[in-house]
Protein backbone atom coordinates (compact mmCIF):
# COMPACT_ATOMS: atom_id res chain seq x y z
CA UNK A 1 0.00 0.00 0.00
CA UNK A 2 1.30 3.52 -1.16
CA UNK A 3 0.91 6.74 1.19
CA UNK A 4 -1.38 8.17 -1.02
CA UNK A 5 -3.18 4.82 -1.22
CA UNK A 6 -4.15 5.11 2.44
CA UNK A 7 -4.63 8.52 2.57
CA UNK A 8 -7.37 8.42 -0.45
CA UNK A 9 -9.03 5.67 2.20
CA UNK A 10 -8.73 7.63 4.89
CA UNK A 11 -10.35 10.69 3.42
CA UNK A 12 -13.33 8.83 1.92
CA UNK A 13 -13.84 7.19 5.71
CA UNK A 14 -13.52 10.21 7.26
CA UNK A 15 -16.02 12.01 4.71
CA UNK A 16 -18.53 9.39 5.98
CA UNK A 17 -17.37 10.44 9.81
CA UNK A 18 -17.78 6.53 10.42
CA UNK A 19 -14.59 5.86 12.38
CA UNK A 20 -15.44 2.32 13.27
CA UNK A 21 -15.71 1.49 9.52
CA UNK A 22 -12.41 2.97 8.88
CA UNK A 23 -11.34 1.38 12.17
CA UNK A 24 -12.15 -1.81 10.73
CA UNK A 25 -11.15 -1.48 7.29
CA UNK A 26 -7.73 -0.98 8.57
CA UNK A 27 -7.76 -3.94 10.66
CA UNK A 28 -8.77 -5.54 7.84
CA UNK A 29 -6.26 -4.08 5.83
CA UNK A 30 -3.25 -5.48 8.54
CA UNK A 31 -4.65 -8.85 8.01
CA UNK A 32 -4.17 -9.00 4.32
CA UNK A 33 -1.06 -6.92 4.30
CA UNK A 34 2.97 -8.12 3.10
CA UNK A 35 4.45 -5.10 2.53
CA UNK A 36 4.16 -1.13 1.07
CA UNK A 37 5.28 2.59 1.90
CA UNK A 38 3.84 1.99 5.08
CA UNK A 39 4.34 -0.50 7.80
CA UNK A 40 1.93 -2.82 9.65
CA UNK A 41 2.51 -0.62 12.67
CA UNK A 42 1.76 2.21 11.42
CA UNK A 43 -1.80 1.48 9.95
CA UNK A 44 -2.53 -0.54 13.57
CA UNK A 45 -1.94 3.32 14.92
CA UNK A 46 -3.90 4.79 12.57
CA UNK A 47 -7.08 2.03 13.42
CA UNK A 48 -6.31 2.73 16.89
CA UNK A 49 -6.71 6.08 16.68
CA UNK A 50 -10.16 5.24 14.72
CA UNK A 51 -11.04 3.20 17.42
CA UNK A 52 -10.39 5.74 19.85
CA UNK A 53 -13.03 8.50 17.81
CA UNK A 54 -15.39 5.43 18.01
CA UNK A 55 -15.58 5.47 21.78
CA UNK A 56 -14.14 1.89 21.76
CA UNK A 57 -11.29 2.54 24.32
CA UNK A 58 -10.24 -1.19 24.56
CA UNK A 59 -10.16 -1.83 20.94
CA UNK A 60 -7.92 0.76 20.58
CA UNK A 61 -5.91 -0.38 23.19
CA UNK A 62 -5.44 -4.16 21.23
CA UNK A 63 -4.24 -2.06 18.17
CA UNK A 64 -2.00 0.17 20.03
CA UNK A 65 -0.32 -3.14 21.78
CA UNK A 66 -0.44 -4.78 18.06
CA UNK A 67 1.58 -1.92 16.63
CA UNK A 68 4.31 -2.51 19.63
CA UNK A 69 4.12 -6.26 19.01
CA UNK A 70 5.06 -5.60 15.11
CA UNK A 71 7.48 -3.49 15.86
CA UNK A 72 7.09 -1.97 11.93
CA UNK A 73 8.06 1.56 11.55
CA UNK A 74 6.05 4.44 13.25
CA UNK A 75 6.32 7.92 13.53
CA UNK A 76 5.65 8.16 17.06
CA UNK A 77 6.13 4.86 20.00
CA UNK A 78 2.76 3.28 20.01
CA UNK A 79 3.57 3.13 23.89
CA UNK A 80 2.37 6.93 24.11
CA UNK A 81 -0.95 5.57 22.67
CA UNK A 82 -1.22 3.07 25.10
CA UNK A 83 -0.49 5.43 27.79
CA UNK A 84 -3.05 8.08 26.61
CA UNK A 85 -5.72 5.10 26.56
CA UNK A 86 -5.01 3.52 29.95
CA UNK A 87 -5.47 7.33 31.39
CA UNK A 88 -9.11 7.55 29.43
CA UNK A 89 -10.06 3.94 30.66
CA UNK A 90 -9.48 5.69 34.24
CA UNK A 91 -5.87 3.31 34.85
CA UNK A 92 -3.32 6.27 35.24
CA UNK A 93 -0.88 3.85 37.36
CA UNK A 94 -0.29 1.40 34.24
CA UNK A 95 -0.55 4.68 32.11
CA UNK A 96 2.46 6.21 34.48
CA UNK A 97 4.31 3.09 34.07
CA UNK A 98 4.03 2.62 30.06
CA UNK A 99 5.34 6.14 30.38
CA UNK A 100 8.51 5.31 32.33
CA UNK A 101 9.07 2.70 30.18
CA UNK A 102 9.41 4.81 26.98
CA UNK A 103 11.51 7.24 28.87
CA UNK A 104 13.87 4.25 30.12
CA UNK A 105 14.43 3.33 26.66
CA UNK A 106 16.21 6.85 26.22
CA UNK A 107 16.37 7.59 22.46
CA UNK A 108 12.58 9.14 22.59
CA UNK A 109 11.78 10.75 19.32
CA UNK A 110 10.60 14.60 19.29
CA UNK A 111 6.71 13.41 18.39
CA UNK A 112 6.53 10.74 20.72
CA UNK A 113 7.78 13.60 23.35
CA UNK A 114 5.30 16.07 21.99
CA UNK A 115 2.52 13.50 22.32
CA UNK A 116 3.46 11.95 25.97
CA UNK A 117 3.45 16.01 27.02
CA UNK A 118 -0.03 16.68 25.34
CA UNK A 119 -1.21 13.40 27.22
CA UNK A 120 0.17 14.54 30.40
CA UNK A 121 -1.10 18.43 29.90
CA UNK A 122 -4.84 16.35 29.48
CA UNK A 123 -4.54 14.38 32.51
CA UNK A 124 -3.15 16.93 35.05
CA UNK A 125 0.52 15.99 35.59
CA UNK A 126 1.85 19.62 34.01
CA UNK A 127 5.56 19.06 36.07
CA UNK A 128 6.18 15.68 34.23
CA UNK A 129 4.57 17.35 30.74
CA UNK A 130 6.99 19.90 31.13
CA UNK A 131 10.33 17.90 31.50
CA UNK A 132 8.61 15.62 28.58
CA UNK A 133 8.32 19.03 26.45
CA UNK A 134 11.57 20.67 27.53
CA UNK A 135 13.39 17.00 26.37
CA UNK A 136 11.97 17.13 23.10
CA UNK A 137 12.21 20.51 22.39
CA UNK A 138 16.33 19.73 23.27
CA UNK A 139 15.80 16.83 20.50
CA UNK A 140 14.02 17.94 18.14
CA UNK A 141 15.62 19.61 14.67
CA UNK A 142 15.35 23.29 15.86
CA UNK A 143 13.28 25.22 13.65
CA UNK A 144 11.10 22.51 12.68
CA UNK A 145 7.40 21.43 12.59
CA UNK A 146 7.78 19.19 16.18
CA UNK A 147 10.37 21.42 17.42
CA UNK A 148 7.88 24.39 17.10
CA UNK A 149 5.09 22.45 18.60
CA UNK A 150 6.84 21.30 21.42
CA UNK A 151 8.27 24.96 22.30
CA UNK A 152 4.83 25.85 22.11
CA UNK A 153 3.38 23.21 24.30
CA UNK A 154 6.08 24.12 26.90
CA UNK A 155 5.45 27.73 26.86
CA UNK A 156 1.70 26.74 27.93
CA UNK A 157 2.99 24.56 30.21
CA UNK A 158 5.33 26.74 31.95
CA UNK A 159 3.02 29.81 31.68
CA UNK A 160 0.53 27.42 34.21
CA UNK A 161 3.06 26.26 36.24
CA UNK A 162 4.25 29.90 36.80
CA UNK A 163 8.03 29.28 36.23
CA UNK A 164 10.21 32.18 34.69
CA UNK A 165 11.21 32.33 31.30
CA UNK A 166 14.32 30.80 29.83
CA UNK A 167 16.35 30.24 26.77
CA UNK A 168 13.83 27.93 24.98
CA UNK A 169 11.21 30.60 25.34
CA UNK A 170 13.74 32.93 23.77
CA UNK A 171 13.92 30.18 20.72
CA UNK A 172 9.51 30.21 20.73
CA UNK A 173 10.03 33.97 20.05
CA UNK A 174 12.14 33.81 17.57
CA UNK A 175 10.80 31.20 15.78
CA UNK A 176 7.55 33.21 15.21
Keep these: MTREQLDRLLEQALLADDHEALARRLEALV ?55 LFELEQPDEAREVIAAIHAVGEVTAATALTVAETLVAYGDLGEAHRWATEGAHRAVEGGGEHIALLRTRYRIRVDLGLPEDELDALLDASC
Design 31 to 85: EAYASGDISRAAILVLAAEEWRQAGQPARALDCFQRAVDDGGEVSIDPRAGIADT
